[in-house]
């Protein structure tokens, strides 16, 4: 087995963290038999600091439920035994090749994570659509991102979370944070917007709760879940009435803003206010607050994202932007606050449905010559554009869906949602295989368990929000009997291929992996073939779009500011889009009289799978978090255990009395099992992400646990 990393140094390891999008720099240190997290203050994206999940990262290093043996689950019985790695291989590649063989291609899925390093993601696509030659991959991150990487792609042409460095934030004279806890879910980078405050700078925070990081805003709006987009309508509407629009930059660097001028008539301030409950005085003072400062940045999160009309709603957002002729800007412009770890990376190189490496397109017939030519295929073998991540595990065990799925780095049953659905549908299939450290909650489903290395056993690099593509450098020797995803997918595709009568190319080597991603990637949006580990160590990490250059010609610098002469668009010019408010797929009825919305804690992680298994982080469950007047109507006291019913399933839960909320709306947090049972699961039309943010919910006193 090939871990290819260089033996810890004595005096530690620099790596990153495992967990969120910032991908805090940390040094790992060997103390006998302790694993030390210690400071690297020469990172720039966190100079050292970490929040308490980063302090803690090694906690699951010998945790008692660590697997480190593959396990085959007995349908009889349900119980599972330990089998050796040939024995665990052989039977899936066996029950792979018969189903293909019986069915087709497509009867076997593939489902990523965005926690997955560069080099896995990239493998992994490969193996789908050269070994399995299935249309039908796809991955988490579809439920993050997608909608913001669709809004970026049709705007400007390209998808990058920042188009600048996050520390740029400290220059801007405003910062607009729409739907982003940033104090919470990513505590370092709100150092940003303390030393913006303290430089003079404004914040402004949109979120319907009163958190931590509203605490620090300038200005607060506490909008109607699902309504993001007519507020962001309400403020273009200010600045077109007020005289503010940068014409020159509009008339220079944009098309399609005549039609959108137009389409905002109808919004008036009063006419928000009515929509979004935002005091129709608190949108013309957002709107005359960035037409007052040219360094002004709009960055949107998950909570204006993750909505049927996600990608419309960015769109707005990119419009007020760019009629103030911000992007491109220095100390300005639209960003996106990519959440998981590699939510960026993992996107790029070949994960979803419709990409190949380099952020190509799988219908594009230029990236698909180019892409099979690397891989050693023919371009007609590769298989064209598959089904989006819910529409994947919706149609599994369906006489038209795949009967096996391959999971890697995703803990569906807690992550997805209308999750009940989902499980169903993972209980339908003839093979689910699953690759983790612990026993999930989804892997406590599969047919067979492969245990997989964690981050500090292997080496690897990320990509995190602001496209800088960084190195995880293995500290630790793994466990005996656990091997890396590299090593699994390199297994596969060797029993298959010696079954097909094919031989390809899957190195093990995390170093080999990525020289072989660069060349993919040549050329494309998200080319990475200029970077390399060594100038990712020498330089803190690199910034794509990064070409490599001719032998002995000065190495590309990479590319840390985007738009500065021009977008990543035929013409140059930026995308204005006319988008309209239509507000949430499911809105209250005298059933369901409250708006439901989620989102994290400071202390956990996604599904939890590694936070909730390490003791120093602290894990009380979900709760349920209810204004005072609700909460007296309906004779709810703190701590008491309440039921939350949506139309798709039933939470109980203790309450958290609260004023930090509107009326109008709960908040679950969404890393224990049964929280995404209740969201709705109507996806955006271009995006294809589920509308976890907002639905229709009613609550109660009482229930048992």
Known sequence: ??????????????????????????????????????????????????????RTATGLRGHRERLTSPLVRDRATGEFRAVSWDEALDLVARHLTELQAESGRDTVGVFGGGGLTNEKAYALG??????????????????????????GNKAFGLDRGLPFPLKDIETADVV????????????????????????????????????????????ALQPVPGTDLALALGVLHHLIATDAVDEAYVAARTTGFGDVRRSVTAWWPEQVERVTGVPAADVRALADLLAAHPRAMILTARGAEQHAQGTDTVLAWINVALALGLPGR???????????????????H???????????SIEDPAARAHVAHVWGVEPDSIPGKGRSAYELLEALGQPDGPRAL??????????????????ERLASLDLLVVADMVLSETAAMADVVLPVTQWAEETGTMTNLEGRVILRQRAITPPEGVRS????????????????????????????????????????????????????????????????????????????????????????????????????????????????TTGRVLAQYQSGAQTRRIKELPDSGPFVEVHPLVAARLGIEDGSLVTLSTRRGELRAPAKVVSTIREDTVFVPFHWAGVNRLVNDALDPTSRMPEFKVCAAALKVGGHR
């Not at 720099?25 to 997290?37: A, D, I, S, W, Y």
């Not at 890697?408 to 499980?423: D, E, L, M, W």
């Open 1 to 54: 087995m090939s871990l290819a990393a260089a033996a810890p140094s004595p005096t530690g390891t620099t790596t990153h963290c495992p967990y969120c999008s910032l991908q805090c720099g940390m040094r790992l240190e060997r103390v006998g038999r302790t694993l030390n997290v210690v400071e690297w203050s020469e990172f720039g994206v966190n100079e050292g600091a970490l929040c308490r999940k980063g």
């Open 126 to 151: 490969k193996f789908a659509r050269t070994v399995l030659r299935t249309s039908q991959i796809d991955y988490n991150g579809r439920w993050c991102m997608s909608s913001a990487a669709a809004a």
């Open 176 to 219: 607009v944070l729409v739907g982003s806890n940033m104090a919470e879910t990513m505590p370092p980078a709100a150092r940003h917007l303390d030393r913006l405050r303290a430089a003079g700078g404004k914040l402004v925070v949109v979120d319907p709760r009163r958190t931590p990081t509203v605490e620090r805003a300038d200005l």
């Open 330 to 348: 220095p100390g300005a412009g639209w960003g996106c606050l990519t959440g998981q770890g590699n939510g960026q990376g993992g996107r790029e």
């Open 350 to 360: 070949g994960q979803k449905a419709d990409q190949l490496p380099g952020y190509r």
């Open 406 to 423: 391959l999971v890697f780095g995703s803990n569906i049953v807690v992550s997805a949602p209308r999750a009940a659905h989902v499980t």
């Open 485 to 596: 995803d590299l090593d699994v997918i390199a297994g596969l595709a060797e029993r298959m291929g010696q079954r097909l009568g094919q031989r390809l190319d899957f190195p093990t080597d995390p170093e080999k992996v990525f020289a072989e991603l660069g060349r993919a990637s040549a050329g494309g949006l998200a080319d990475y073939s200029g970077i390399t580990y060594d100038r990712i160590r020498d330089e803190h990490g690199v910034f794509w779009p990064c070409p490599a250059t001719p032998e002995g010609a000065v190495p590309h610098p990479g590319t840390p500011y985007l738009f500065a002469e021009r977008f990543a668009t035929p013409d140059g010019r930026a995308r204005c889009h006319v988008v309209d408010h239509r507000g949430p797929a499911e809105v209250p009825d005298a059933d369901y009289p409250l708006h439901l």
